[in-house]
């Protein structure tokens, strides 16, 4: 959490606070347990770490248990989330029965009495085998599940439907179930590290340390440097936007996995002094804060991608973004007004180059995403949802 609850005050929308606190007023003296697969990377945990300690503000007895698995349970649950979110993955009868023991084990193992247990994701997903009788049982799932892979989920769909309810990030990502479904979009804690105000000497002397030099307008894209985000797009689209305006170019995220284009990306900025290739170092929340203020336009290009809060969290700092159709990306930018969205490499420099032809357009835009991001992705608003359904509930 970036700040207590009036902290918030000063940068939600009016009364959102008050609204929160109404709500909470009505769940006093409930019990919440949510449970996820690690407290440390991805969705689920990041929101997690922001929401816990504010429902505990709140007065809502909220803990965070995490499930507790093998090596090649963590393995396993990398495959099937892929097979989850429509990558191919070769998930056998043996996989599915180690995950089936590791969550029939947590079961036993974890304090799952309250009047609402929240799963978080595929990891957990079969833990709903062991639910005591009372209380209600919640599915969170913070990907994409429009597609997955067909015998994965007809394997795996009648345990959702052991849930009261399920939740989805956007209305595109869920998938027909019987139990009862609810869309909850993620948000961005305009107190966090990541997106606090940051002094331009404070910012000045991070970009120096990271070697970015801000003598020229700054083209950012911030994302792991994996295929399915298309970095080398983005190289070929500054290329385009490059014979006409004279920019630099800055990819920024973490060590790529196996199957990453580090070296190919390196490789394809090698030749051009204007293009920076920035691996980050764990838990960049400061280093991102002053790339993004730094920036001119920033693009998201990803092929695949889940909600992608980068957009907002860019679009909070008063950039224009430039983005693909990927994931939740669509419900962030309104095209023409905060950004644009773009289906190939020529389409995004093109708007690249009309934005950087158009000064006063990228100051009118970044205003109006912020303002949208105010009022539509911050964690007030997200909390306020998520109370709102736990009343519906609990009752």
Known sequence: MGGKLDDYRAVAPRGSVDFMLRIAERLRGRRIVQVSVSRYGGAAAEILNRIVPILNDLGIETAWEVMLGSADFDAIVTAVSKGLAGVEQVVTEAMLARLHA?????????????????????????????????????????????????????????????YD???????????PLSTRRFVIAPSIDPLSERNREMPRGEQSRHLE???VRTDKPILLQVGPFERLQDPLGVVNAYRLVKMHHDVRLVLAGSPPGPGGVLAETQEAASQDPDVTVLVLPPDPQTELNALERAATIVLQKPLFTDFGTDVATAMWKGKPVVGSLAGGIPSQIVSKVTGYTVETVEGAAFRIRHLLSNPELIGRMGAAGREHVRRNFLITRHLGDYLALLAHLTG
């Open 209 to 211: 340390r990271l070697g």
């Open 165 to 175: 309810a399920a939740v989805f990030s956007a209305p595109k990502f869920a998938a």
């Open 102 to 162: 590791t969550c029939a084990g947590n079961a036993r193992r974890l304090p799952l009495d309250a009047d609402l247990v929240i799963v978080h994701d595929a990891a957990t997903l079969l833990l709903v085998e062991g639910r005591p009788p009372a209380g209600r049982w919640l599915w969170r799932y913070h990907g994409d599940l429009s597609s997955p892979q067909p015998q994965l989920w007809n394997a795996l769909r009648p345990f959702v439907d052991k």
